[in-house]
């Protein structure tokens, strides 16, 4: 079956700073993958999706790229501010996008 | 703000009660979704469906079923609730087609069988 894995660890960087999250992903080859923003006691919130033939995706702050080679995906926030601060999960998708594989999310804290 | 909607937000029930919980959307959205998610781990996939009359189960049994009547409604019902079905439970819906089959996530409910 399908695994992702995001960093194990809570990410702690300095504001202004650039984080960079990591999602790999094995048996599996996903036509999508996307990026969600979760605060606590809240549903995730869609941030950007990147298709298999895409190799990067911007939006505003928001970077993401996409390696089907190495089967990863780097998230990069840029000039973080401490409202950056949340889980953020990876999600897989097929073609048809009816099924959608999350990892267990990456917890960001950005320090004032 | 999504306007996907989940009542109760939290439920402490005691064990073999039956429960429902609903989720609802005014998006219009063919595909809605049932996850269930325990603390620091992944969303697991329960439930979906294409539309009105479709449901499918998603990877990870679950004891639950579902009800797709009218697109805007997706209750989640569980016959009789035991302990282990203690977990947030979360609903999403997206459109049915075209890219980037983003997914719209209500605020979940905290669900506890005592």
């Known amino acids: 079956s399908q695994k992702i894995e995001q960093n194990s660890e809570a990410l702690n960087i300095q504001e202004g700073k650039t984080a960079t999250l990591t999602c790999n992903y094995t048996n599996y080859s996903p036509a999508y993958l996307q990026w969600y923003r979760q605060d606590p006691g809240r549903g995730p919130v869609f941030l950007l999706l990147i298709r298999e033939n895409e190799k990067e995706k911007r939006k505003e702050r928001l970077k993401v790229t996409f390696d089907t080679t190495l089967k990863q995906s780097l998230f990069h926030i840029t000039a973080s501010q401490p409202a950056d601060s949340a889980t953020y999960l990876c999600?897989?998708?097929?073609?048809?996008?009816?099924?959608?594989?999350f990892g267990t999310g990456t917890s960001l804290t950005v320090i004032p | 703000e999504a306007d996907i909607y989940q009542t109760p937000r939290y439920l402490v029930i005691g064990t073999g009660k039956k429960i429902t919980l609903e989720c609802s959307q005014t998006m219009g959205h063919d595909k809605m979704y049932w996850y269930q998610q325990d603390p620091g781990m992944e969303l697991h996939l329960i439930h979906y469906s294409y539309g009105v009359n479709s449901t499918e189960k998603g990877d990870l049994s679950s004891e639950s079923t579902v009800s797709r009547i009218r697109t805007e409604h997706f209750p989640l019902t569980l016959e009789s609730a035991r302990p282990s079905h203690t977990s947030q439970y979360l609903c999403?819906?997206?459109?049915?087609?075209?890219?980037?089959?983003?997914?719209?996530f209500g605020p979940g409910t905290r669900l506890t069988v005592t």
């Open positions: 999403a819906s997206s459109e049915a087609s075209a890219e980037p089959y983003e997914q719209y």
């Open positions: 999600a897989l998708a097929s073609g048809t996008g009816n099924q959608f594989y």
